[in-house]
C-alpha cells in the first residue's frame, strides 16, 4: 500500500482576487503525487474573490471573515480545521512552481528536529527576493532604516544574497510567503501571535520555534514566485505605519521594552529625515521624484499607541 503524503495549504486572501486564482492554478504542478486540502481565509474581501473561488475551485472550503482579521488571526482560524500533518501556508500573491512543494516536503520529512520550511522566493522576473534572514538587532535595524547595510553590504541586506541561497540550510527566520510547518511544531508553539496584526508574524514564529528546539530550514529547490504586497500595495503609508509597528511589538515581546523603546526613536528620527529629503524632492521635480513617506507625526502617534 502506498503511503500518500497529505498537506493542508491555508490562503489567506484579501481582495486578490486575480493573484489568489494563480496562486491556486500553481498548487497541482508543484505538489506531484502529494494529497492537497486547500482552505481559504477571506478576510472581508469586497472584490468578488468569495465568488470566484467558489465558481472556479469548487474543492476548496472558503471561510469569510465580514472584516480583515489580519495575517495572524485568519491563519490560526484556519489552523483549527487543519488535521494533516504538513501545514503549507501561501500568501494570496505567491505562485509555487513545479516540484516546489514536493521539495519542501522532502527536507521536513529529512529533517525531524525541523519545524518549518521556507522557500527561495522569487520576484515576478525571477530574480531573487528576500528569503532567508537573521533575527533583527537594534544594529541591525539601524543599517536597515538607515540605508548604510545596503550601501556596505549590498542590496540584499538585511536578507542573504544569491551566493548563500544556493544549498539547503538551517536558518533564523525565512519569508512569510511560503511556508511548511510540521502541525506538531505548530500544535507546540500555539500558531501565530494575534497580537501582530500584519507583518513580523513569520519573525516571531520562527523565533519560538528555536526556543522549543525546533530548527527552521531553507530550501532552495521550492521556488516561489512572489508579487508583494498584493492586498496593500494601494495603502503604502499605511503599509509603512504597520511594519514599524510590528517591529517594535517583536522588540518589546522578545528583546524587552527598553530596546523598544529605542527602535521606536530610532524609526521616529531616521524616517522624518527620510519624509523631509522626499518631500523636497517631490516638491522640486513636481512629483516626479520623491515617495510617499510616513508623516512624523503619524508615527509618533503610533509608536505611543503600542507603547
Not at 486547500?38 to 471561510?63: Q, Y
Not at 501561501?90 to 527536507?107: C, I, R, T, W
Not at 510547518?181 to 519573525?203: K, N, P
Not at 527602535?263 to 520623491?290: D, N, T
Request: charged share 20%.
Amino acid at each position: 500500500m502506498i503511503n500518500v503524503t497529505k498537506v493542508d495549504v491555508i490562503i489567506l486572501n484579501w481582495n486578490t482576487r486575480e493573484l489568489v486564482a494563480k496562486a491556486l492554478h500553481s498548487l497541482p504542478w508543484a505538489s506531484g503525487t502529494i494529497e492537497l486540502e486547500v482552505l481559504i481565509v477571506d478576510n472581508g474581501s469586497t472584490d468578488g474573490s468569495v465568488e470566484m473561488i467558489r465558481s472556479k475551485f469548487p474543492s476548496v472550503r472558503v471561510f469569510e471573515n465580514r472584516e480583515n482579521l489580519g495575517f495572524a488571526k485568519g491563519n490560526n482560524l484556519a489552523l483549527q480545521h487543519c488535521s494533516a500533518e504538513f501545514l503549507l501556508l501561501l500568501n494570496s500573491d505567491a505562485e509555487l512552481k513545479p516540484g516546489a512543494l514536493e521539495a519542501m516536503v522532502a527536507l521536513l520529512k529529512s529533517k525531524p528536529s525541523a519545524g518549518l520550511i521556507g522557500a527561495r522566493i522569487l520576484n515576478q522576473d525571477c530574480t531573487l527576493q528576500a528569503s532567508f534572514v537573521d533575527f533583527p538587532t537594534l544594529w541591525r535595524e539601524f543599517l536597515i532604516l538607515s540605508g548604510i547595510g545596503r550601501a556596505i553590504f549590498g542590496r540584499w541586506y538585511p536578507s542573504h544574497g544569491p551566493r548563500q541561497n544556493r544549498q539547503a540550510q538551517p536558518v533564523d527566520y525565512v519569508s512569510g510567503a511560503c511556508l511548511l510547518l510540521r502541525r506538531e511544531a505548530c500544535i507546540e508553539t500555539g500558531g501565530f501571535d494575534e497580537s501582530f496584526f500584519m507583518y513580523a508574524e513569520e519573525v516571531d514564529l520562527c523565533y519560538r520555534l528555536k526556543e522549543k528546539g525546533w530548527q527552521v530550514w531553507y530550501q532552495p529547490d521550492a521556488e516561489v514566485i512572489h508579487v508583494g504586497g498584493g492586498s496593500s500595495h494601494s495603502i503604502p503609508v499605511k503599509r509603512e505605519t504597520d511594519l514599524y509597528q510590528s517591529r517594535v511589538a517583536y522588540f518589546n515581546k522578545h528583546y524587552g521594552r527598553d530596546s523598544a523603546i529605542i527602535l521606536a526613536y530610532m524609526i521616529i528620527v531616521l524616517s522624518s529625515i527620510k519624509f523631509v529629503i522626499h518631500s523636497v524632492l517631490s516638491r522640486v521635480s513636481r512629483g516626479k521624484y520623491g515617495r510617499h513617506i510616513v508623516s512624523p507625526r503619524r508615527l509618533a502617534t503610533a509608536m505611543r499607541d503600542l507603547l
